[in-house]
Each structure stands twice: as structure tokens, then as C-alpha cells.
């Protein structure tokens, strides 16, 4: 299964059936993308759910529609179990960004984190999940595909918030206000969560 997110209304690629009462329901192979987008860009469904016969084939599909970002960022951990989240745009996220021309996917999240974050003891841990997004630049749809990594640090250093970059609080928080920060967050942040708790 895929989940993309375009305005926060999800697009599922599957080839299982399963029930999401809210959602429409259509068979890949008879539907054209810019009709999907159109209908979640106005807010006229929830959410779309695309049955397809073979999944990998109708992902390689649906992801020539677009012009693709590669993007990585880190879920950080300290060593009181608290969660690095950074404030952006009325949103509380994560850190990450663009992977550069030449630059590993590991590396790049790792920079990202350090870059947004003015932190510079961390630990990369584990893979924990890509996720994906559309959006519109350019007058070009495109598909933003992040890989998140778990991290760890043991820093006691003064966060700084990348400004330049819309960021204006970089910030520790333990489990409870981490709950409260992601009823204003993303989907696809809520899907990084979820992916470390069941690791």
C-alpha cells in the first residue's frame, strides 16, 4: 500500500480491498490522475482509495505523472525520550529537506536536521518509513517523497531555528505535548510516529 497526501486529503494505492467508508473508491486502471488531484484539490472527497491489479506497476505509473523530490529528515530522540519537532509555517513538523546532487540519502537527513536545527551531536538510527506528498510549483504537479531515519542525541546545546527557512522554534518535547503538537501537524508526520512506535 501507498499513501500519498495532497492537502492533507489522502490518495491510497492498493491491490487489497479494504473499508474506508469516507473515501471513494476507483479502479486504478480507469482513472486519470489529473481528475484525482482535481477532485482532492477542491475538497470535493476525503480521500481517494486506487484498487489496482498489480501494485509496483501502478506505483512506477502514477509516479511518471510527476516530477519527483527526493527529501530526507529525522524523528530525534534525546536522552530524556523527548522529540525534536520544529515550528514552520503554523505547523509543528519535523526536520528535513532536499536531498543535494551527489549526496547520500543517510547524509542528507543528517545534514537537514543539523542545518534546521543548529544541532550537531546526532546519531543516525534506523530507516523508519518514506512518505510521500503532491504539491504545485511551477505550475507543475510534483511528488515529494521523504525517507525518515530515527536519530539520537545526548546535546545540550541552545536549538536554533533555521530563519531563512520559515523556521521559527526548534524544540524538545516529551510524549504529552508531543501528542498536543501533532493535532496540528501533518499526516505524513503522524505516519512517521507511527512507524517508530510499532518498530
Known amino acids: 500500500m501507498y499513501k500519498v497526501f495532497i492537502n492533507e486529503r489522502p490518495i491510497i494505492l492498493t491491490d487489497s480491498l479494504f473499508v474506508e467508508s469516507d473515501f471513494d473508491l476507483l479502479n486504478y486502471k480507469n482513472t486519470f490522475i489529473s481528475e484525482i488531484i482535481h477532485k482532492l484539490t477542491e475538497g470535493s472527497t476525503k480521500g481517494i482509495i486506487l484498487l489496482c491489479a498489480d501494485l509496483q506497476e501502478a506505483w ?74 503532491i504539491f504545485f510549483q511551477n505550475n507543475q504537479n510534483r511528488l515529494k517523497e521523504t525517507h525518515w531515519f530515527q536519530m539520537g542525541t545526548t546535546t545540550k546545546e541552545v536549538l536554533i531555528p533555521q530563519l531563512e527557512e520559515g523556521i521559527t522554534i526548534a524544540i524538545f518535547k516529551n510524549k504529552e505535548d508531543s501528542v498536543r503538537a501533532l493535532d496540528n501537524s501533518y499526516g505524513n508526520i503522524h505516519l512517521v510516529f507511527k512507524a517508530y512506535y510499532q518498530k
Open 60 to 133: 512506477r505509473d502514477f509516479k511518471s505523472h510527476f516530477k519527483v523530490i527526493s527529501a530526507s529528515g529525522g524523528l530525534v530522540i534525546n536522552k530524556q525520550l523527548e522529540f525534536l519537532f520544529i515550528f514552520r509555517g503554523g505547523k509543528w513538523d519535523l526536520p528535513k529537506g532536499r536531498i543535494e546532487k551527489g549526496e547520500q540519502i543517510k547524509e542528507a537527513a543528517l545534514r537537514e536536521v543539523k542545518e534546521e536545527c543548529g544541532i550537531s551531536k546526532l546519531n543516525l538510527g534506523d530507516f523508519l518509513i518514506t512518505t510521500y506528498h
